[in-house]
């Protein structure tokens, strides 16, 4: 058994949950927040049998979409001049950690 962690755009969410859901995936959803784009995110944990993973990694490759951002690649107090002028950046459509699972239980 693998334990999936899939984090996705929330512009993507809805799109990836109800095709994960479809196919009778049980999702748990979490919001959290990126650390370069400090934008939102939402993370998937999702308890899979190993011959399901790759099943999961087309569904979310098909919902989550990669995208161009613009954002200010400065923090505050950087001096740099430059530092305030936004750049374009590729936004992936997922990121997924797959880690394998001993034991699981349903209670």
Avoid: C, W
Avoid at 52 to 73: E, G, H, Q, W
């Amino acid at each position: 058994m693998k334990l999936m962690l899939i984090i996705i755009s929330n512009e993507d969410t809805q799109d990836v949950t109800k095709g994960l859901l479809k196919e009778k995936f049980f999702v748990t959803k979490l919001s959290s927040t990126g650390g370069l784009l400090h934008g939102g995110n939402t993370t998937l944990l999702l308890g899979v049998e190993d011959h399901d993973v790759a099943k999961v990694k087309d569904i979310v490759s098909t919902y989550a979409k990669t995208r161009k951002k613009k954002v200010n690649m400065g923090e505050p107090g950087d001096l740099n001049l430059f530092s305030f002028l936004p750049a374009n950046v590729q936004i992936n459509g997922a990121t997924i950690f797959i880690l394998n699972i001993d034991e699981h239980y349903k209670l």
